[in-house]
């Protein structure tokens, strides 16, 4: 089973870099690590999503440890928008993914 | 695009009785996917589709639970007879290939009385 641990829940000021962790200690060497976001009542949307290298895109960015057993997601200056829950989710070079229960973030104004 | 399609938005049954969902994916995405959300469970996939073609149904919850997808515009998740306990939110979703990013639709929320 796709096992990555995140913390239930996080605070962070508005305006301030967010930094959201994800442990993946048994990642294997072809798995992709994929973000989510869900916003309240909409459906989930993609964040980024990388295999080894650190990835940045107009959302955020993906910081991978060398050792690809932890991941953090970076959004670097949060918004009352981006307040959501947050999945981090092994990809197993397939199509599926396996939510878990995500971390829920709050953006404090 | 007008992204992933769903309806109806809203769903109220009363138990026993058949619901359909409907999902129009992004034209030219090869995949599409079923998921369903409760506060107990979560976000759990139910079934997904390549080139119109059921891949994996190991989420489908019972025989209760049916999908097809005719063709590359739409797909329907039927159960029948309906209960209490199918009462979620159900997600449609599209992606380009097997590796691209999924692209959730606003989903239907399903309530069995």
């Known amino acids: 089973d796709a096992k990555t641990t995140q913390p239930n829940s996080m605070e962070s000021n508005e305006e301030e870099p967010v930094h959201l962790p994800c442990n993946h200690s048994t990642i294997s060497g072809t798995d992709y690590i994929h973000w989510y976001r869900q916003l309240p009542s909409q459906g989930p949307e993609y964040v980024i999503h990388g295999l080894t290298s650190n990835v940045n895109n107009r959302m955020a960015s993906l910081a991978i440890a060398e050792d690809r057993k932890s991941s953090t997601l970076i959004l670097h200056r949060a918004t009352l928008r981006d307040a959501a829950v947050y999945y981090c989710i092994r990809n197993f070079g397939n199509e599926k993914l396996t939510f878990g229960t995500g971390t829920r973030l709050t953006i404090i104004p | 695009d007008a992204g992933v399609i769903q309806s109806p938005r809203h769903e109220v049954t009363e138990m026993g009785q058949e619901v359909t969902l409907r999902c129009k994916p992004i034209?030219?995405?090869?995949?599409l996917f079923w998921y369903r959300q409760t506060m107990m469970r979560g976000l759990e996939l139910l079934i997904y589709f390549n080139n119109n073609v059921p891949i994996d149904d190991s989420g489908m919850p019972e025989d209760r639970f049916s999908a097809k997808m005719p063709n590359a515009s739409f797909s329907n998740l039927k159960i029948q007879p309906s209960e209490p306990r199918d009462s979620a939110v159900y997600f449609c979703?599209?992606?380009?290939?097997?590796?691209?990013?999924?692209?959730f639709g606003p989903g239907t929320r399903l309530t069995v009385l």
């Open positions: 979703a599209s992606s380009l290939n097997n590796l691209n990013e999924q692209f």
């Open positions: 034209s030219g995405h090869d995949y």
